[in-house]
């Protein structure tokens, strides 16, 4: 387990507080792990406050960016994950994977922006064009945006 982790940890079962500045010890990396070490050990509270503490020391980290929109997404605050999972996107580019693509898809979807859900689904079948899951997503969309069948 990661020494934050541990520490955030040991914090917490004392009763006392951690703060950005103790957190600000560690690299985004580190963070990242941490985050991924407490969910594990079903300590979410933490992990989502330890995910707030890294946003704003590290709000350009890819590390960051790429687990706090995954903790969106457990949380299910859709708007959250939709623009933290765009920021990843944009710095990203053309590495963004299939993954971060039905990402922020679903995020979208369950966030009520269907038109946009459906863009973003175009976007990821253009770099992805055999991706079952992207072309499942696609359909379901253009379905729901009573589109019936598109033509990709």
Sequence with gaps: MANLAQELIFHAEHGQPFNTLQVSRFAPEEIREAIQALMGQDRDALAYALGDAGLALYPE?????????????????????VDLLKQLMEMQTSRATVFTHSMLIRSLRCNLDLAEAFEAAGVALALFPDHPELLKEYDA????????????
């Design 61 to 81: 980290s890819e590390d960051i960016l790429a687990i706090t929109s995954l903790l969106s997404v457990v949380r299910e605050d859709w708007p959250q994950a």
């Design 141 to 152: 969309l253009a379905e729901a945006l009573g589109l019936g069948a598109v033509q990709r």
